[in-house]
């Protein structure tokens, strides 16, 4: 059955072309705690722990204020007590819009003419589309080969909307969407994502946000062969275990940080072992691993992360997780975030000629 074309290059969120199955809402939670039968002890009054504005270990306390375990560990700031969890996980300057296709594999090549000419005039005229931007475009080479990953950027949900409205071109549109270039461009876009869906076997799209304490990459050209390989890791997580799985995070990546290097929030620089006289294998340099961005899902597929990391080759992946995994900083924080997930994949992905991030 041939595919129908979508309303916009964006899609409406979450649609599939496979065929529609009903399933339960989903509820996003950033902090769980166990509801308690039986109010706690009564603490003396003046008891530090009955003010909620100090830090709480009980319930509510912990919704508003942060707990005392998360402003120790400097999860929670006394500049931001009003448990604004969405500025305490998330970044909030950006939603990111990760588009996964899946291609027929006998239409590979006529996906790829195609899929170029959409995303470059994305990467060239979004600021007249409402200033949507293309992070990144890439192929499964291991894991569900035939899938393309691209991901857009858009100033907030403000800049989402104004992106689709673009699309569109609504009746109601300001006069600068109406404009014979503006027009004339939109009226491409279409005719392309028209032509994409003969070559497709499915599509999805989810709405994700960065972490706070990972910002993704800018675009950039790391000067590897063939623009070396990305891993994209993806956790399923429980449900109410994001604030968890966010604070193991942040203090592993101490320990990875010791093996990458990235122009936006990381410093990185060649570890050295001081134990025993025995050489690596191989060096791994700074150089060797960049982390590319690190995302939680809002809309679409609920309580899943999404990390995404670039290297040379396999090899040095290899290489570098090794020497990671040296560190018992990083082999802690596998053990915590291994009690919070369901399940997870490792993707490896090869950018595609057009990927603004290579």
């Known amino acids: 059955m041939p595919l129908r074309p979508a309303a916009s290059f964006v899609a409406p969120l979450a649609q599939r072309v496979s065929l529609p199955r009903a399933a339960p809402i989903a509820f996003r939670s950033l902090h769980a705690s166990p509801i308690r039968s039986a109010p706690p002890p009564a603490a003396p009054p003046n008891d530090e722990a009955d003010d909620p504005s100090k830090g709480s270990t009980g319930f509510l306390g912990a919704i508003f204020y942060g707990s005392k375990q998360a402003k120790e560990e400097g999860l929670v700031s006394d500049h931001d007590q009003q448990g604004q969890h969405s500025k305490l996980v998330g970044r909030g300057k950006y939603v990111h819009e990760k588009v996964t296709h899946a291609v027929i594999p006998s239409h590979r090549e006529e996906y790829l003419q195609v899929a170029e000419k959409l995303y470059r005039h994305i990467m060239d005229r979004g600021h007249e589309l409402g200033g949507?931007?293309?992070?990144?475009?890439?192929?499964?080479?291991?894991?569900?080969?035939?899938?393309?990953?691209?991901?857009?950027?858009?100033?907030?949900?403000?800049?989402?909307?104004?992106?689709?409205?673009?699309?569109?071109?609504?009746?109601?549109?300001?006069?600068?969407l109406l404009t014979a270039p503006v027009v004339a461009l939109r009226r491409e876009l279409q005719s392309l994502a028209a032509s994409l869906l003969p070559h497709l076997v499915s599509r999805q799209h989810q709405i994700v946000q960065e972490f706070s304490f990972w910002p993704s990459s800018p675009p950039r050209d790391a000067g590897y062969t063939d623009g070396g390989v990305f891993e994209m890791r993806t956790y399923e997580l429980m449900p109410g275990k994001l604030l968890e799985w966010e604070g193991a995070w942040r203090r592993g990546l101490e320990a990875r940080r010791r093996f990458v290097v990235s122009r936006r929030g990381f410093s990185g620089y060649q570890h050295v072992d001081h134990g025993l006289a025995c050489a690596p294998a191989k060096i791994i340099t700074a150089e060797s691993s960049q982390p590319v961005g690190a995302f939680f899902s809002q809309v679409g597929q609920l309580h899943e992360v999404h990390h995404i990391w670039q290297y040379p080759d396999m090899d040095t992946r290899k290489h570098t997780r090794e020497q990671a995994w040296s560190v018992g900083s990083w082999s802690d924080t596998v053990q915590e975030t291994v009690k919070l997930t369901r399940s997870m994949k490792s993707t490896i992905m090869k950018p595609c000629p057009w990927s603004p991030l290579r």
């Not at 569900?144 to 858009?154: N, P, Q």
């Open 132 to 176: 949507v931007k293309l992070t990144g475009s890439w192929e499964t080479v291991i894991g569900s080969v035939g899938d393309f990953t691209h991901i857009l950027e858009y100033e907030g949900y403000k800049g989402f909307d104004a992106a689709m409205t673009a699309f569109r071109g609504d009746k109601n549109s300001s006069a600068v």
